[in-house]
């Protein structure tokens, strides 16, 4: 059954950015889940006293791990380190040893720590902590990964720009994400593999023209092959946008030569078939040996775009020969 467009559209989002937390982040692989769900203590029977986060933002094990070695309830819960003792909550912690002189301040910090802290009548769970009163939803996360690995303050308008297009543009959203990575520099180029030392330097020349290194701005725009594409697409928009200095503001100015709302969307859509499409001859070049021609990859980012754009767009219908010969009028019907 096919999901519904904005499902489809944030599922892209957090898989692309499940990549980069556990592929292409250059570093940024933090727990971000820690930063967004937390344990919300009742009765305590199902939180680790030492092992979960239950009070302050890390646990007690990590902050106290000399006290952690010494105690005799590592694996108990909460509730099982204390008692209600008229009508008051006493902490009862139990140690396999006496205290090293240095270790009693530790002891008197973690008492400080959880002093004010008591089970109650209700039961333990997890809270959603960038919107605690309405709970988990899909836009939240959304929102969080967004913030998160894409800090708009640091965007100039082209970049602002071309990433609320690219994920409201109706098309599939494998190729959003593909086009979000695109973006970021966080497709497997061989560039990217040599930083990573999965490959030699000496191997890492583009597979289409062999002259210079395969890097996501050269793959897509410098190359022979993507600039000849990029030349085709422009002529057959009746645009004429020449090659840009990266690939972000190669989508500002082409979806900017549209004249409306709905031809911004039609040149959005071409310019997302051209990035797949660039993205699907390079790997088939590389895996199957298979050698396209520019008029072979123009073919596909016509018929591409014509189907993306009918699929979800168009209220009329549009044949195939009239989107190639002329898009712009289709685009207005």
């Known amino acids: 059954m096919e999901m519904e467009a904005p499902y489809r559209r944030r599922r892209g989002l957090e898989e692309c950015c499940c990549s980069q937390i556990w592929g292409w982040s250059g570093g940024k692989s933090g727990n971000w889940l820690s930063q967004v769900v937390k344990r919300r203590m009742g009765g ?9 986060i239950w009070v302050g933002d890390q646990t007690l094990q990590h902050r106290f791990p000399r006290l952690y070695g010494i105690s005799m309830q590592q694996n108990n819960s909460v509730r099982e380190v204390g008692n209600w003792v008229e009508g008051g909550w006493r902490w009862e912690l139990l140690w396999r040893r006496n205290f090293f002189a240095w270790e009693e301040e530790l002891v008197r910090e973690l008492e400080d720590v959880i002093r004010h802290m008591a089970t109650t009548e209700e039961e333990d769970r997890w809270v959603w902590i960038p919107n605690e009163a309405d709970g988990f939803s899909v836009k939240s996360l959304y929102v969080f990964l967004e913030g998160m690995f894409l800090p708009t303050n640091h965007l100039c308008d082209f970049e602002r ?49 062999g002259e210079t290194i395969e890097t996501v701005r050269h793959l897509f725009l410098h190359c022979r092959f993507a600039s000849a594409v990029w030349y085709r697409v422009n002529r057959w928009l009746g645009t004429m946008v020449v090659i840009p200095h990266d690939i972000i503001m190669s989508h500002g100015l082409l979806v900017g030569c549209g004249g409306n709302k709905k031809v ?35 073919d596909s980012i016509q018929r591409l775009s014509w189907q993306w754009y009918l699929l979800k767009t168009a209220k009329g219908s549009s044949l195939l020969y009239e989107w190639v010969w002329n898009p712009g009028d289709c685009m207005l019907r």
């Open 44 to 52: 305590g029977s199902t939180i680790s006293f030492w092992k979960d």
């Open 161 to 209: 720009f071309t990433f609320k297009k690219i994920w409201k543009t109706p098309v599939p959203s494998k190729v959003c994400a593909l086009a979000w990575q695109v973006c970021l520099d966080r497709i497997p180029t061989k560039e990217n593999l040599v930083s990573r030392k999965i490959m030699r330097r000496e191997d890492a020349l583009c597979p289409t023209c």
């Open 264 to 298: 911004r969307k039609g040149y959005s859509i071409v310019w997302l078939a051209f990035v797949w499409v660039i993205w699907r001859f390079r790997n088939d070049r590389v895996f199957n040996n298979i050698n396209g021609e520019v008029e072979d990859a123009m």
